[in-house]
């Protein structure tokens, strides 16, 4: 019986040049436009002090990097869509050394759960309404936390000087904002349409991800897609610049990449040519020539094609 998933995680891209520059540097963090319900979108605005678009979208571009656990018997329709050329990372490996925000998706149907993430995401609003009440009926306990405020607002002991109770819900909205912020990262329908595709089955992907997290990446709120597409490069390019912004294995465990698949079998022989002379290999400089040739012939014996997998599966 075929599995319905797999023991390594693939990620796929339609560029031939992409696949080296994954083998050079390691996967790339981009940015993805996901579909929200606008109240989430319409919450955030009203929460934090960022200036609202004059017309907010139903969009937020995250940065992050996709994967799915599709059986390769299974694959030619996701293949499709998202390209056939793909790198395959076990799982077991991934999981305990890749991102601590690496999970598959939280796929929502049943109406009662969308209502829940959407009224939830309301909630720091609420919260702020409550701290502003505090303040004004408690404004003398604030007088030391206004004076050293005015003299030095960077100093490290501005939240001692808060009130305990005010302090411990201000810290509960930032906790919520962040966990909530990480569902969202996660969250998808079941369906919905997708390329001029109505009743798109999103789950049929089986995608997981890895995402950064909006306190160390900003995300785009509100944005339309129209206004993703012209900046995405440049909101990439941004990213990119930060060695951090991308994934990459040591070379001690490039044993853990379990494929490398190119689209047709007369580009194998260059690809493997072009894995023993790159002189970096998923983002790290191997000055020894000795663990140089191994490493290499580790992700030599890695390679493969998609034609030979449509054949063989």
Wanted: aromatic residues 14%; hydrophobic residues 35%.
């Amino acid at each position: 019986m075929n599995p319905i998933s797999t023991s390594s995680l693939f990620h796929f891209t339609k560029k031939y040049d992409v696949l080296k520059l994954i083998l050079a540097n390691g996967l790339r963090y981009t940015y993805s436009c996901e579909v929200f319900p606008i109240e989430i979108v319409k919450n955030h605005f009203a929460e934090t002090s960022s200036t609202a678009p004059k017309k907010i979208y139903p969009n937020i571009a995250i940065p992050l990097i996709s994967f799915c656990d599709t059986p390769l018997t299974r694959v030619a329709k996701h293949s499709n869509i998202y390209g056939k050329y793909f790198i395959g990372i076990e799982k077991d490996y991934i999981n305990a050394m890749g991102s601590a925000y690496l999970n598959p998706l939280l796929y929502a149907n049943a109406d009662y759960l969308k209502n829940a993430v959407s009224e939830l995401s309301a909630l720091p609003c609420h919260l702020t309404k409550v701290l502003n009440s505090y303040v004004l009926k408690n404004h003398k306990e604030f007088e030391l936390f206004v004076e050293e405020n005015a003299k030095n607002p960077n100093s490290e002991r501005l939240l001692d000087l808060l009130p305990d109770d005010f302090r411990e819900l201000l810290r509960c909205k930032f906790v919520f904002i962040k966990r909530m912020n990480q569902i969202l990262a996660l969250y998808k329908p079941i369906t919905g349409t997708f390329r001029g595709i109505k009743n798109y089955f999103f789950i049929d992907e089986r995608e997981w991800r890895s995402f950064i997290p909006e306190n160390k990446a900003e995300w785009k709120w509100g944005i339309s897609k129209a206004e993703f597409s012209r900046n995405y490069l440049k909101w990439t390019n941004e990213l990119i610049e930060d060695k951090q912004r991308y994934y990459t294995i040591i070379p001690q465990f490039l044993y853990c990449i379990s494929h490398i698949a190119v689209k047709k079998e007369d580009e194998r022989k260059d690809i493997i040519q072009y894995i023993r002379e790159s002189p970096r290999l998923f983002g790290w400089d191997i000055y020894n020539q000795k663990d140089r040739t191994l490493f290499r012939d580790i992700l030599i014996s890695k390679v493969t094609t998609f034609e030979r997998i449509e054949t063989d599966y």
